[in-house]
């Protein structure tokens, strides 16, 4: 049997394929947002000044990292309505649980990239703006958070891009991304070649725009040559400079 580019054309362009293109990157953008936020907050508990709290951050962080995804679906959408009677009404569906599911997953991985993060930044530089009369929340806003974005944007985006392809597993759950169309159009004509060729095409497309997307975000968070001389003062210096 020959490779028939008709086949594969017309799923390529066909509205199946992009509407589940378009789910996959609606849900990897969704638990990516959702775990970046979770992820933080689980971030600062890690270096909380009680011992309790640090514990449980850890926890959490071990047990999403230590659970195959795959696992942590299943439970989210088999297990958790037995536990939880109400997720058993039509408004939990197999988008929703893919969500969560992904959502503490990915949590799990930002806590750790953001926890890097925030260790990159001289701790005196807090002390210092804590001299210079600043709150907690401005010394995090003008100098904690600007530096650390700079750290975590590479680990960040190979994170997000390993999330798209990891949205293929919600197949399971018969969640209709790209994926499950493709199985799907699969078990009506069993063009195996032609059919996993264009979603192979689309998760290319995908992927490729997101890491072009990074690599300009990574620009624009680079030192820029305008930053040269400004960058060696101290980042407190240049937080009192710019509250002039």
């Known amino acids: 049997m020959q490779f028939d580019r008709q086949i594969f054309w017309e799923a390529l362009t066909s509205s199946t394929f992009a509407a589940g293109a378009a789910l996959t990157i609606g849900l990897a953008v969704a638990a990516q947002a959702a775990g970046s936020i979770l992820g933080l907050v689980v971030a600062l508990l890690r270096g909380s000044s009680l011992p309790p709290v640090r514990w449980g951050a850890a926890a959490y962080v071990w047990l999403f990292r230590a659970v195959p995804t795959l696992l942590q679906l299943l439970f989210v959408w088999n297990a958790l309505p037995q536990l939880i009677p109400s997720l058993r009404d039509p408004w939990f569906t197999p988008f929703l649980a893919a969500f969560l599911a992904l959502s503490l997953n990915e949590s799990a991985y930002m806590a750790e ?3 890097s993060g925030l260790a990159s930044v001289d ?10 009369g600043l709150r907690s929340d401005q010394i995090f806003r003008l100098i904690t958070l600007p530096q650390m974005i700079r750290v975590i944007i590479p680990p960040t985006g190979n994170e997000f891009i390993t999330l798209l392809k990891l949205t293929s597993l919600a197949s399971v759950i018969s969640l209709r991304e790209l994926l499950t169309v493709t199985s799907q159009t699969v ?3 069993f063009r195996f070649a032609e059919l996993y060729a264009a979603a192979t095409v689309w ?4 992927v490729s725009v997101f890491m072009v997307l990074q690599a300009q975000l990574e620009k624009r968070y680079q030192w820029s040559s305008r930053e040269r001389d400004v960058r060696t003062m101290p980042v407190f ?3 009192a400079a710019g509250n002039r």
């Open 113 to 115: 990239i953001i926890r």
């Open 203 to 206: 998760y290319l497309a995908i």
């Open 237 to 239: 210096a240049r937080v």
């Open 123 to 132: 701790r005196g530089q807090m002390l210092a703006g804590k001299t210079l």
């Open 187 to 189: 078990a009506v004509n």
